[in-house]
C-alpha cells in the first residue's frame, strides 16, 4: 500500500462519484494523462485490483474494468498471474480529456501565473461586445462591397506563379522586392512623393508601424504631443513606449502650431503626431499655412513628426491634399499610411515612408515581428497594382462611400433639426457630430442599446466643451442608415428630455 507507484496514482487520480460520467472512465482516462505526461514510464507495474480497490475505495470488480479498458487501448499488458505492466504504444501523442477536476490534471491549465510579470495598463483592450442588431464604428469599409469573386482568382492565380517558391525558400535580399518597386510607383503616382524603395517599409498594419516608430524614436519620458482630441490606439502605444503625452488645441484649421512655439522649448519635443489630411476624430484638415509652420518649427525644434495619413484614398469632394511628407525636404516626417482599404482586411497593408537610415533600422525590428511576411499578399498587391486594378476599386467604391455621407447628412438634417451640428467632410468614412444642448453620452450609450443600437465608448468624446461622437457610416447601406439615426433620436430625445 505504501508503494512510491501507488502514492503517485492517489496523487493523480481523483474520482468524482457524482460526475455523470462512469468511475472507471473516469480513472483510465486519468492514468492515460500520467502514461502521457511521463509520470507511469514504460514497465511501470500497477497495483493489483485489490489493493488498486481499498486505494481509491472502489468496487474491486471497477477496477478490472478500468485495467480492461487501458488494455483494449494499448496502454497496459495485463500478465496472467504477474500483473498489469504500463506500456507506451506508438502514435498515442494526442492527448486525452480527462473527466477530473483535478489540480494535478495537465488539461486544467492554470488561470494565473506561478510568476510575476508587468502588466500593461496602457494596452488594455478597448473591444466591447454587445448583442445590438445596429452598431456605429468610428469609421470603416464595408467588407460587403469586396469582389468576392474576383478575389478568389486573384488569390488562385497569386499561388500558382512559378516565382512564389524561391521567394519563400531565399536567404537573404539581393535586390528590392517586385511589391516594395510596385508600391513604390503606386505612392510617387497618387501622393506626390520621390521615394525610393529604400525609403519605404511595408507592415501589417498602422498600428505595427506606429508601434515599431514608437521603438526606435521614444524613451522613457520623452514628450510626445498629439491633439487634444486624438487617437486612443496611437496614445496607448505612446504611453506604452514610456513617453509623456501632451496635448494641444485643435482648431478649424487643424492643431494649433503656434501653441506649441509659445508653450514649447527646443529640445523639449520628442516627436508630434498628427493626421495633417483628415484629423481624428474631428475631421478638420490641417491648413496649408500650418503645415508649412509645423515642417519648419519641426526643423528648427528637432522633433519628428508623424503623420498618419488613414483615409487617404476616400476623397469624395475635388483632390485630397498631398502629404506633407511629400515636401519635406528636411527628414522630419515619417509617414505612415494604408493600402488596400478597399480590400479584404486581410490584404490590406500598412507602410511607412521616412529616410533611408531610419527605414533601414525599423526593417529589424519588423524581421523580429515578422520575418516572413505574406508572399501572396504581396504577389497580389503588386499585380492589382500593376494592373491598376488597386485604383479602379478604389474609384468604385468612393462613389458610394459618398452617396452614404450625403444621405446620412440628409437624414440628420430631417430628424435632428438643431439639435446636432456637423460639417460636411470632403471625405473619409465617418462624421463628426456636435450635441446641443449637452447631454450624457453614457447615458445616450445605455439608451441607444435599449433601441438596439450599440454606440462603443471608443466612438464618444465628452468633457466640459466638448459633447460629440465620430459618427462613420462607411459600413453602412441606406437602408441601416435610415434606422440608426431614427433609433439615434429616440435615444436622444429619452435622455434630454428624461
Given at each position: 500500500?505504501?508503494?512510491?507507484v501507488?502514492?503517485?496514482?492517489?496523487?493523480?487520480?481523483?474520482?468524482?462519484?457524482?460526475?455523470?460520467?462512469?468511475?472507471?472512465?473516469?480513472?483510465?482516462?486519468?492514468?492515460?494523462?500520467?502514461?502521457?505526461?511521463?509520470?507511469?514510464?514504460?514497465?511501470?507495474?500497477?497495483?493489483?485490483?485489490?489493493?488498486?480497490?481499498?486505494?481509491?475505495?472502489?468496487?474491486?470488480?471497477?477496477?478490472?474494468?478500468?485495467?480492461?479498458?487501458?488494455?483494449?487501448?494499448?496502454?497496459?499488458?495485463?500478465?496472467?498471474?504477474?500483473?498489469?505492466?504500463?506500456?507506451?504504444?506508438?502514435?498515442?501523442?494526442?492527448?486525452?480529456?480527462?473527466?477530473?477536476?483535478?489540480?494535478?490534471?495537465?488539461?486544467?491549465?492554470?488561470?494565473?501565473?506561478?510568476?510575476?510579470?508587468?502588466?500593461?495598463?496602457?494596452?488594455?483592450?478597448?473591444?466591447?461586445?454587445?448583442?445590438?442588431k445596429?452598431?456605429?464604428?468610428?469609421?470603416?469599409?464595408?467588407?460587403?462591397?469586396?469582389?468576392?469573386?474576383?478575389?478568389?482568382?486573384?488569390?488562385?492565380?497569386?499561388?500558382?506563379?512559378?516565382?512564389?517558391?524561391?521567394?519563400?525558400?531565399?536567404t537573404?535580399?539581393?535586390?528590392?522586392?517586385?511589391?516594395?518597386?510596385?508600391?513604390?510607383?503606386?505612392?510617387?503616382?497618387?501622393?506626390?512623393?520621390?521615394?525610393?524603395?529604400?525609403?519605404?517599409?511595408?507592415?501589417r498594419?498602422?498600428?505595427?508601424?506606429?508601434?515599431?516608430?514608437?521603438q526606435?524614436?521614444l524613451?522613457?519620458n520623452?514628450?510626445?504631443?498629439?491633439g487634444?482630441?486624438?487617437?486612443?490606439?496611437?496614445?496607448?502605444?505612446?504611453?506604452?513606449?514610456?513617453?509623456?503625452?501632451?496635448?494641444?488645441?485643435?482648431?478649424?484649421?487643424?492643431?494649433?502650431?503656434?501653441?506649441?512655439?509659445?508653450?514649447?522649448?527646443?529640445?523639449?519635443?520628442?516627436?508630434?503626431?498628427?493626421?495633417?489630411?483628415?484629423?481624428?476624430?474631428?475631421?478638420?484638415?490641417?491648413?496649408?499655412?500650418?503645415?508649412?509652420?509645423?515642417?519648419?518649427?519641426?526643423?528648427?525644434?528637432?522633433?519628428?513628426?508623424?503623420?498618419?495619413?488613414?483615409?487617404?484614398?476616400?476623397?469624395?469632394?475635388?483632390?485630397?491634399?498631398?502629404?506633407?511628407?511629400?515636401s519635406?525636404?528636411?527628414?522630419?516626417?515619417?509617414?505612415?499610411?494604408?493600402?488596400?482599404?478597399?480590400?479584404?482586411?486581410?490584404?490590406?497593408?500598412?507602410?511607412?515612408?521616412?529616410?533611408?537610415?531610419?527605414?533601414?533600422?525599423?526593417?529589424?525590428?519588423?524581421?523580429?515581428?515578422?520575418?516572413?511576411?505574406?508572399?501572396?499578399?504581396?504577389?497580389?498587391?503588386?499585380?492589382?497594382?500593376?494592373?491598376?486594378?488597386?485604383?479602379?476599386?478604389?474609384?468604385?467604391?468612393?462613389?458610394i462611400?459618398?452617396?452614404?455621407?450625403?444621405?446620412?447628412?440628409?437624414?440628420?438634417?430631417e430628424?435632428?433639426?438643431?439639435?446636432?451640428?456637423w460639417?460636411?467632410?470632403?471625405?473619409?468614412?465617418?462624421?463628426?457630430?456636435r450635441?446641443?444642448?449637452?447631454?450624457?453620452?453614457?447615458?445616450?450609450?445605455?439608451?441607444?442599446?435599449?433601441?438596439?443600437?450599440?454606440?462603443?465608448?471608443?466612438i464618444?468624446?465628452?468633457?466640459?466643451n466638448?459633447c460629440?461622437?465620430?459618427?462613420?457610416f462607411?459600413?453602412?447601406?441606406?437602408?441601416?442608415?435610415?434606422?440608426?439615426?431614427?433609433?439615434?433620436?429616440?435615444?436622444?430625445?429619452?435622455?434630454?428630455?428624461?
Amino acid at each position: 500500500m505504501g508503494s512510491p507507484v501507488n502514492k503517485l496514482l492517489t496523487q493523480l487520480i481523483h474520482l468524482e462519484k457524482s460526475n455523470a460520467t462512469p468511475i472507471y472512465i473516469q480513472a483510465s482516462q486519468q492514468i492515460i494523462n500520467a502514461i502521457q505526461r511521463g509520470y507511469l514510464t514504460e514497465g511501470t507495474w500497477l497495483p493489483g485490483t485489490r489493493v488498486f480497490s481499498q486505494l481509491f475505495h472502489i468496487n474491486r470488480n471497477t477496477v478490472v474494468a478500468i485495467y480492461d479498458e487501458l488494455a483494449s487501448q494499448g496502454w497496459v499488458e495485463i500478465i496472467p498471474n504477474k500483473g498489469t505492466c504500463v506500456l507506451v504504444p506508438e502514435q498515442k501523442t494526442v492527448a486525452i480529456k480527462a473527466t477530473s477536476q483535478h489540480v494535478d490534471q495537465v488539461h486544467e491549465y492554470s488561470i494565473t501565473t506561478g510568476f510575476p510579470f508587468q502588466p500593461s495598463f496602457n494596452l488594455a483592450s478597448t473591444r466591447e461586445l454587445n448583442q445590438n442588431k445596429y452598431n456605429i464604428n468610428d469609421g470603416q469599409p464595408d467588407l460587403r462591397l469586396h469582389p468576392t469573386h474576383q478575389f478568389s482568382k486573384w488569390y488562385s492565380a497569386s499561388m500558382k506563379r512559378k516565382s512564389l517558391i524561391p521567394n519563400w525558400n531565399q536567404t537573404s535580399l539581393s535586390s528590392y522586392s517586385t511589391f516594395e518597386i510596385q508600391l513604390c510607383n503606386y505612392l510617387n503616382a497618387t501622393r506626390g512623393f520621390h521615394i525610393k524603395p529604400s525609403n519605404l517599409m511595408s507592415t501589417r498594419s498602422t498600428e505595427m508601424s506606429l508601434y515599431i516608430v514608437s521603438q526606435l524614436l521614444l524613451k522613457p519620458n520623452d514628450v510626445v504631443l498629439v491633439g487634444n482630441l486624438s487617437n486612443y490606439a496611437a496614445n496607448m502605444i505612446f504611453q506604452q513606449s514610456g513617453a509623456i503625452v501632451r496635448t494641444i488645441p485643435i482648431d478649424d484649421h487643424g492643431i494649433d502650431v503656434e501653441y506649441i512655439r509659445t508653450h514649447f522649448i527646443k529640445h523639449a519635443i520628442r516627436c508630434i503626431y498628427v493626421c495633417a489630411h483628415r484629423h481624428y476624430p474631428t475631421t478638420k484638415t490641417l491648413s496649408a499655412e500650418r503645415r508649412l509652420q509645423l515642417m519648419q518649427l519641426a526643423k528648427d525644434y528637432q522633433f519628428a513628426i508623424i503623420e498618419d495619413d488613414y483615409d487617404y484614398d476616400f476623397q469624395f469632394d475635388g483632390s485630397a491634399m498631398l502629404p506633407m511628407a511629400s515636401s519635406d525636404a528636411n527628414g522630419v516626417i515619417i509617414y505612415l499610411g494604408k493600402l488596400g482599404q478597399s480590400l479584404f482586411p486581410s490584404f490590406q497593408t500598412g507602410f511607412v515612408i521616412a529616410p533611408e537610415n531610419l527605414i533601414s533600422e525599423a526593417k529589424n525590428y519588423l524581421k523580429i515581428l515578422d520575418r516572413q511576411g505574406d508572399l501572396i499578399q504581396e504577389q497580389m498587391l503588386s499585380e492589382l497594382i500593376y494592373e491598376g486594378e488597386i485604383h479602379r476599386l478604389i474609384k468604385k467604391n468612393v462613389l458610394i462611400y459618398k452617396q452614404r455621407r450625403d444621405f446620412l447628412c440628409e437624414c440628420l438634417s430631417e430628424h435632428f433639426k438643431q439639435h446636432v451640428f456637423w460639417e460636411k467632410p470632403s471625405g473619409g468614412l465617418a462624421l463628426w457630430l456636435r450635441f446641443e444642448p449637452q447631454i450624457s453620452l453614457v447615458k445616450l450609450a445605455e439608451q441607444a442599446s435599449k433601441h438596439d443600437l450599440f454606440l462603443p465608448k471608443t466612438i464618444l468624446y465628452q468633457d466640459k466643451n466638448t459633447c460629440c461622437i465620430r459618427f462613420g457610416f462607411g459600413d453602412l447601406t441606406e437602408e441601416e442608415i435610415d434606422s440608426i439615426v431614427k433609433k439615434l433620436k429616440m435615444a436622444y430625445e429619452l435622455v434630454l428630455h428624461g
